[in-house]
């Protein structure tokens, strides 16, 4: 049988996206155990809160011994390269898990791997992120079907596997980005070919934000770009979530940031800590939809 992995939210059907909402949702006793006896290696290149204790969590909600390693310990292709690496944690581990700075290195392992390889953030993409996401949404709203989504900021990582759980779950999707940083038109018309919903793109915040049901954003200086704060700060500088913007949108409309934030930035305080914001919720659901993607690649149906 073919391992599975987990390296973008496109690795899933749109049946497989549903099931894993399901098995998100089911009682850990229901879910069995799954990872019994077996252990998931936790390789972090780049610095974590949420991402590493759901992670942790839901391996060991699932019967598995979680084993976290820094980027700078493993040293991927310093001490040895990455296909070393992977050819023996696969010995080892049920399952591989590592957030690395190029895509490029969760996909050398995927591609040698007898077991399942899980990207837990690349530059690229951020799939455990968007499963959360989306059971947030689903746990707001009820069906997603027909329901819009603006993103305000950087069409990122976050943005990219986020527009693509969206487009299979039947959701319009509409982004709003300043020149330079939008999803090109080749990047939004394969998002719309992904499943049911719809995609645009704009330069105007409150375009995108229109009836929305969420706004979503994400820092405007991901990891690894620090250098360029300056200059992102000042390219992003009418791109903030404000008041004044949310209230554009629907009136039960929610707002939602995968976190680390940064209020006066990419969101006011007033936003992030008042009563539309679903912040802390959507943290939380982290660890869920993590158990909800382990337990299926562990094989749970
Ligand atoms: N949202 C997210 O991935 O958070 P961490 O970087 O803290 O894991
Ligand atoms: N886009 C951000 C997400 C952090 C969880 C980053 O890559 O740093």
């Known amino acids: 049988m073919t391992v599975r992995h987990l390296l973008n939210i496109v690795d899933l059907s749109v049946d497989e996206l549903a099931l894993i909402g399901d098995l998100s949702d089911r009682s850990i006793d229901d879910l069995g155990r799954p990872l019994a006896g077996g252990g998931v290696a936790l390789i972090f290149e780049k610095p974590s809160n949420r991402t590493r204790q759901s992670m942790e969590m839901a391996v060991v909600q699932l ?4 084993i976290y390693t820094r980027g700078e310990e493993v040293g991927l292709d310093a001490r040895e390269s990455v296909e070393d690496v992977i050819q023996i ?7 591989v898990a590592a957030r690395v700075f190029s895509h490029g290195v969760v996909e050398r392992m995927a591609a040698l791997s007898t077991v399942p390889v899980i990207n837990m953030l690349s530059d690229w993409s951020h799939p455990l992120q968007a499963l959360a996401d989306v059971r947030t949404m689903r746990h707001e709203f009820g069906a997603l079907s027909g329901r819009a989504v603006a993103w305000v900021g950087d069409y990122n990582n976050v943005a990219r596997s986020l527009g693509e759980v969206c487009v299979m779950s039947g959701m319009s999707v509409r982004f ?7 999803p090109s038109t080749a990047e ?3 998002l719309s070919q992904l499943g049911p919903g719809d995609v645009a793109s704009t330069d105007d915040p409150a375009e995108a934000v ?10 405007w200086v991901s990891m690894g770009q620090e250098e ?4 992102r ?3 992003f500088d009418t791109y903030s979530v404000t008041d004044a913007l949310m209230s554009l949108a629907a009136d039960d409309a929610i707002f939602m940031h995968c976190l680390p934030a940064y209020r006066g930035y990419e969101v006011a305080a007033s936003v992030i800590d008042g009563p539309a914001s679903r912040v802390i919720r959507q943290g939380h659901d982290r660890m869920h939809a993590a158990r909800g993607a382990l337990a ?4 749970v149906r």
Do not use: S, W
């Open 63 to 66: 019967g598995g011994h979680p």
């Open 188 to 190: 939004c018309d394969r």
């Open 89 to 95: 944690l696969e010995g080892y581990h049920a399952m």
């Open 210 to 219: 229109a009836g929305a049901n969420a706004i979503h954003t994400d820092t």
């Open 176 to 182: 709003a980005c300043p020149d330079g940083f939008q």
């Open 228 to 231: 360029e704060v300056e200059k």
């Open 296 to 299: 299926f690649l562990g094989g």
């Open 233 to 235: 700060h000042k390219i």
